[in-house]
């Protein structure tokens, strides 16, 4: 079970060093030690001719994956949501919040799945008698904008903060002038934040034994209220 991979490597680090050349290190080491069956952790849009130099690098560690005869179960994950999870997390402080500025006005669609669904899944994949040789979109069964799923949130802290919509063009600018200039923010986390890259569960869905959990479910259940009240029974 591979999970390891960075959409903003460390300083030094490549996207390619990050997500390919270590999974190429992992599927030599698995071979080695008798592996028959490998589950690797992805992104939705992956594709070997893809302009996004993050997509790409993860498409070459799929292949690299496939082509050492595995029994191979591939799951595509967009945002995780789950408890203290970063995207949690940066969503309920944003949620929070009078004034929230987002690209194109949040405009992008985004298909947030469960931490608990991710996890389910990789068990299953783990254990099921025969592992599906695929390639396996594992995203929400919520397709929805970012300002709608914020929205959804701040109800949760009964709030409804304004959003300034941030022009694509500058924000692009400066995603470029900050991959020349060594920046985190670059043109491959532009295009991978800000442009959609759906995915299709429909075979997902038929193949794994449990339902994919709502947006609207997963948010009651991760509601700063709804954490601290998990907190508070735990201690008691």
Known sequence: MHLAGALQPRRGERLHDANTRITRSVVSAAKSAGVSRFVYLSAPGAELNSPNEYLRSKALAESA???????T??????????????????LF???????VPLVRGGRVRIQPVALADVTRAIQWALAV???????????GPDTL??????????????RRPLVVGVPGWLAEA?????????WGWNRTLFDTLFNEHLGDATETREL???PLTPVDE??????????SQATHGQGT
């Open 65 to 71: 994956i496939r082509r050492a005869g595995f029994e």
């Open 73 to 90: 179960v591939v799951f595509r994950v967009p945002m995780v949501l789950g408890a203290d999870t970063p995207s949690t997390r940066t």
């Open 93 to 99: 402080h944003l949620a929070g919040k009078r004034m």
């Open 129 to 139: 008698e025969t592992a599906p040789v695929h390639v396996l979109d594992l995203v």
């Open 145 to 158: 904008t970012y300002v709608e799923l914020l929205s959804r949130a701040a109800a949760r802290l009964d």
């Open 174 to 182: 400066t995603a470029v002038m900050g991959g020349r200039l060594g």
């Open 208 to 210: 794994l034994p449990f």
């Open 218 to 227: 997963l948010l009651d259940a991760l509601s700063p209220q709804a954490q």
